[in-house]
């Protein structure tokens, strides 16, 4: 029997008591303000009460209350603040596995950080939360990362090819003189003032790369001014999309619209789309001039632009051109602002433990020399880097959290379960600092992650897990790998003691105030 359903028979007398708690606490707050032991006592019966209720029943009971509870969880305010890591920590050490969270006193959402619990809801096939899909797609489009069912199978298939090991080989070169040209332009800024925010430099080498890699771009993006104009837009939505969600008033969208985070969120997405339009047009007069797919194969690798603008649907249909730009606005996001946020925490974590950045220049030194070159199989024999940089995509998840609403029940191996219609927040930041799973999660230790290493299949999760992992991944890696290795070549690393920075979660794992560095050129 399920541990929730032996706790059936006092749930109704508990309930009961928290009506009665309730009227009590309202006629209190008139007076006086809740004292922390009694937010505590709440915040622990109502998790007790969401968590081990089973059926269809227990969501609408829980509902049915919110208004004693709106209002009278303080840690909301805190979310708004940018505190919401902090809070997670906190709340992963009180509760191992899982806990509930209410949005506006009403909605509840189900924190999940363990990773037995996580390998359970990543191997069902329960769809995005409607809501995020809602707000995200007038952005990217329902691509990869949105669709769900059978139509993000075909989508996922069709697209597989792209990232297969033979056409991501030739992209090692790329990827190394797209970072090349940022470490050039750190050298000229660093010879006028040694500490610098990376942050953006970063994200404009990776665009940089997607935009060579996957849209064979001629030229630099990082020398290109109009590129600056797309990185801000791209900023601009992933902050007002954040916000959207976490706002009671901005829901509907007629009210959104009408407001100026929603004109300034509309003009976003039209420069975001003129970029996405230029380069899709540009590819199909070139396809045009070179003939069909199997004449373009002989005299060039197929990128991921050629595969999307040559693919067919199982009933042998083109992809429409609104599918199109939304793979293509999809990839561009997820493929240089996560990795942009990756790296740029590597080199973070690499600076406040000089260490282990002493132990990784010494081993790419002995492998690439001066970094003249650098191969595909070279990326294989840097194992100490590699185990640095896993350690610091725990400690800093480039996606915090990820959404899904649960199609049908589910049952955890603990015996503890959940009714159809619950939204689950898979939360990877709080899986990777939790105790439970990671010992001493705030200590950075790259032997965590040392060959023969004993971890749980999804104890580790930078790239999600499941059949709707990342399907990057390994590009992604690759530019991981290639970016610091020519890094550590050129630099010293060292923290900005006077601006630490602050993460927050906002779509993608981001600091408040920037990433600010101290950088030493190497002889």
């Not at 305010?77 to 006193?105: H, I, M, T, Y």
């Not at 329902?142 to 059978?150: S, V």
């Not at 032997?447 to 004993?454: K, L, Y």
Request: charged share 25%; glycine share 6%; aromatic share 10%.
């Amino acid at each position: 029997m399920h541990l929730a359903s032996q706790l059936n028979g006092g749930l109704g007398q508990a309930l009961g008591k928290t009506s009665q708690a309730g009227r009590q606490a309202v006629w209190r707050k008139q007076r006086r303000i809740l004292t922390p032991k009694e937010t505590l006592n709440d915040c622990f019966l109502l998790t007790t009460l969401l968590f081990f209720q089973t059926g269809d029943g227990s969501a609408k009971t829980l509902t049915r209350y919110w208004h004693i509870w709106a209002g009278r969880l303080p840690e909301w305010s805190k979310f708004q603040n940018d505190q919401e890591l902090q809070q997670l920590q906190k709340r992963v050490e009180k509760f191992p596995c899982a806990c509930p969270r209410w949005l506006w006193g009403c909605e509840a959402t189900f924190l999940v950080y363990d990773p037995d619990y996580m390998k359970i809801i990543l191997g069902r096939s329960d769809p995005k939360v409607h809501d995020d899909c809602r707000f995200l797609a007038p952005w990217i489009g329902y691509g990869l990362l949105l669709l769900n069912g059978q139509t993000w199978f075909q989508h996922r298939r069709m697209l597989t090819p792209a990232f297969h090991y033979d056409i991501l080989k030739p992209y090692v070169g790329i990827m190394a003189n797209s970072v090349r040209v940022m470490l050039d332009k750190w050298e000229e800024l660093i010879s006028q003032d040694s500490h610098l925010e990376i942050f953006e430099h970063v994200s404009l080498m990776t665009l940089d790369t997607i935009m060579k890699c996957a849209f064979s771009q001629q030229g630099s993006i990082q020398t290109n001014r109009n590129s600056q104009s797309y990185l801000q837009a791209i900023g601009d939505m992933k902050k007002l999309t954040f916000s959207r969600v976490r706002s009671f008033f901005y829901q509907n969208d007629i009210i959104y619209g009408l407001t100026p985070e929603g004109r300034r969120n509309r003009w976003a997405c039209q420069l975001a789309h003129q970029h996405t339009d230029r380069v899709i047009e540009l590819r199909k007069v070139h396809l045009q001039e070179e003939g069909e797919m199997e004449e373009v194969r002989r005299k060039r690798h197929l990128d991921f632009l050629d595969i999307l603008l040559f693919a067919r649907m199982e009933d042998g249909s083109c992809l429409s051109g609104k599918d199109i730009r939304a793979e293509v606005d999809t990839f561009m996001f997820g493929g240089h602002d996560t990795t942009a946020s990756g790296i740029s925490w590597i080199l973070y974590s690499l600076a406040v433990h000089p260490e282990h950045q002493h132990r990784c220049r010494k081993e790419i030194q002995s492998l690439l020399g001066d970094g003249t070159s650098i191969t595909w199989d070279q990326l294989d024999q840097m194992p100490y880097t590699t185990m640095c940089i896993k350690e610091a995509l725990r400690f800093y998840p480039p996606i915090p959290v990820i959404r899904r609403e649960l199609s049908k029940p589910v049952t955890f191996p603990d015996g503890r379960s959940l009714p159809r219609g619950i939204k689950l927040s898979l939360s990877f930041y709080g899986l990777h600092h939790n105790p439970k799973v990671w010992p001493n999660p705030e200590v950075f230790d790259p032997s965590r992650f040392a060959p023969g290493s004993d971890l749980h299949s999804h104890a580790f999760l930078p790239f999600s897990g499941g059949p709707r992992n990342c399907i990057g991944k390994n590009f992604a890696m690759m530019e991981l790998k290639v970016a610091v290795a020519l890094t550590l070549l050129r630099f010293e690393l060292a923290v900005d003691p006077f601006r630490v920075p602050i993460p927050v979660s906002k779509i993608v794992l981001s600091s408040k105030n920037g990433i600010h560095l101290q950088l030493r050129k190497l002889l």
